[in-house]
């Protein structure tokens, strides 16, 4: 199985601040990496797909880079609404596995 | 507008089957490409992907649960099932349904569905 290391796995941000959530998978997943947000009690929402490509809907201050192992996300002006636990996702090779989150509070 | 529910029994005993439905809306698992997934989450925990299934019938299970799960669907209906056998307290989690467009991982989820296993 493909093994996804997310860091960090706590993260506290002012308001505005930029903040960047990485993740490493253990073997070349050719962008096939996606970005969750989940909400307390909430269902996940896809926020970046394909590595770099932001899901309809999404604020633009949300973006995606990376490629091979090596992959992150980056919001650009922390909001209060940001607040929330947040995944990757390989879907390169079955089975898909996914990250161990990062919790985002606003400081 | 794409809508999915997952529905199951909310509580069941060690070693029984665990049985879940996802009845989807706004997209068509007879369409190319489409398929439909499942993950299940523990409180408080990281997210499992469980198993998918694609228009064309085509399957792919989560090897470390080793041959319990069976995935199904019903295209006329708009629905989806999973089958977990022989169940115990691991089994436990919220279990969500989620729409996979070609070429894309899951983009639409439930809302999920609690499932307890407890004697």
């Known amino acids: 199985d493909i093994q996804m290391t997310q860091s960090p796995a706590s993260l506290s941000a002012s308001l505005g601040e930029t903040i960047s959530i990485e993740c490493r998978a253990s073997e070349d997943i050719y962008s096939n990496l996606a970005w969750y947000q989940q909400k307390s009690g909430k269902s996940p929402q896809l926020l970046i797909y394909a590595a770099n490509r932001l899901q309809d809907g999404v604020p633009s201050r949300f973006s995606g880079s990376g490629s091979g192992t090596q992959y992150s996300l980056k919001i650009s002006g922390m909001q209060p609404e940001d607040e929330g636990d947040y995944f990757c996702l390989q879907g390169s090779k079955f089975p898909w596995t996914f990250g161990g989150g990062t919790k985002l509070e606003l400081k | 507008q794409v809508t999915l529910k997952e529905s199951g029994p909310g509580i069941l005993q060690p070693s029984q089957t665990l049985s879940l439905t996802c009845t989807f809306s706004?997209?068509?698992?007879?369409?190319?490409?489409?398929?439909v997934g499942w993950i299940r989450q523990p409180s408080g925990k990281g997210l499992e992907w469980l198993a998918n299934?694609?228009?064309?019938?085509?399957?792919y299970y989560n090897p470390s649960l080793k041959n319990r799960l069976t995935i199904s669907k019903d295209t006329s209906n708009n629905q989806a099932f999973l089958k977990i056998t022989n169940v115990d307290t691991a089994d436990t989690a919220t279990y969500y349904c989620?729409?996979?467009?070609?070429?894309?991982?899951?983009?639409?989820w439930g809302q999920g569905v609690m499932v307890t296993v407890s004697s």
């Open positions: 989620a729409r996979i467009p070609m070429g894309i991982t899951p983009d639409y």
């Open positions: 706004g997209f068509s698992l007879s369409t190319y490409g489409m398929g």
């Open positions: 299934i694609w228009w064309d019938d085509d399957k």
